[in-house]
T-cell receptor, first 117, second 115 residues
Framework: KAGVTQTPRYLIKTRGQQVTLSCSPI?????VSWYQQTPGQGLQFLFE???????NKGNFPGRFSGRQFSNSRSEMNVSTLELGDSALYLC????????????????FGAGSRLTVL | AQKITQTQPGMFVQEKEAVTLDCTYD???????LFWYKQPSSGEMIFLIY??????QNATEGRYSLNFQKARKSANLVISASQLGDSAMYFC????????????FGKGTSLLVTP
């Protein structure tokens, strides 16, 4: 079955612009999470959505937002881009929320690499 | 607060040898999950192995095994019979109710497999 699909894979923006990234989870997966990866900060949790509701949020400013649609697809938006937003943005999907043993492992997409100039 | 520590920024191993990547964690939760992911240069995070805090047996998945020592709060990844394709970044991560089930990652270990 198809994996987690993220689009676009690469994009370049300038400071002050906004960007929208898209994530299509594995069919049947209801939870979608977003992570930011930078060389300095490593992998940091942004937010998690389940049944179109944000269930958990990391420590990021309000410029970072997201949503989930009824088909479980998710988008994240970053407004008023700053140079420090340059990163690999990873989307992951899982069957459900919570730990629920190894059956609820997060499967990641290939990421969207954002460069802010 | 949860913390994942990977003390080896980089490791070398010869092809066909075994290698151990270290991971220690800190949590006050009783129920948690430990994960290892591999990230090749392409960027995608690939799930390798999972260990639940209540699992009594060490997890194994093919050439990967997890050396889980709960009292010492360590969850080392052992890769047996290394292959050139194993060269990548390896991340240890933990998930628990305290983090709202978000994955909390270590800084990673870069593994290079040499011929």
């Amino acid at each position: 079955k198809a994996g987690v699909t993220q689009t676009p894979r690469y994009l370049i923006k300038t400071r002050g612009q906004q960007v929208t990234l898209s994530c299509s989870p594995i069919s049947g997966h209801r939870s979608v999470s977003w992570y930011q990866q930078t060389p300095g900060q490593g992998l940091q949790f942004l937010f998690e959505y389940f049944s179109e509701t944000q269930r958990n949020k990391g420590n990021f400013p309000g410029r970072f937002s997201g949503r989930q649609f009824s088909n479980s697809r998710s988008e994240m938006n970053v407004s008023t881009l700053e140079l420090g937003d340059s990163a690999l943005y990873l989307c992951a999907s899982s069957l459900n929320l919570g730990l629920a043993s190894g059956a609820n492992v997060l499967t990641f997409g290939a990421g969207s690499r954002l460069t802010v100039l | 607060a949860q913390k994942i520590t990977q003390t080896q920024p980089g490791m070398f191993v010869q092809e066909k040898e075994a290698v151990t990547l270290d991971c220690t964690y800190d949590t006050s939760d009783q129920s948690y999950g430990l994960f290892w992911y591999k990230q090749p240069s392409s960027g995608e995070m690939i799930f390798l192995i999972y260990q639940g805090s209540y699992d009594e047996q060490n997890a194994t998945e093919g050439r990967y095994s997890l050396n889980f020592q709960k009292a010492r709060k360590s969850a080392n990844l052992v890769i047996s019979a290394s292959q050139l394709g194993d060269s990548a970044m390896y991340f240890c991560a933990m998930r628990s109710s305290n983090s709202g089930y978000a994955l909390n990652f270590g800084k990673g270990t870069s593994l290079l497999v040499t011929p």
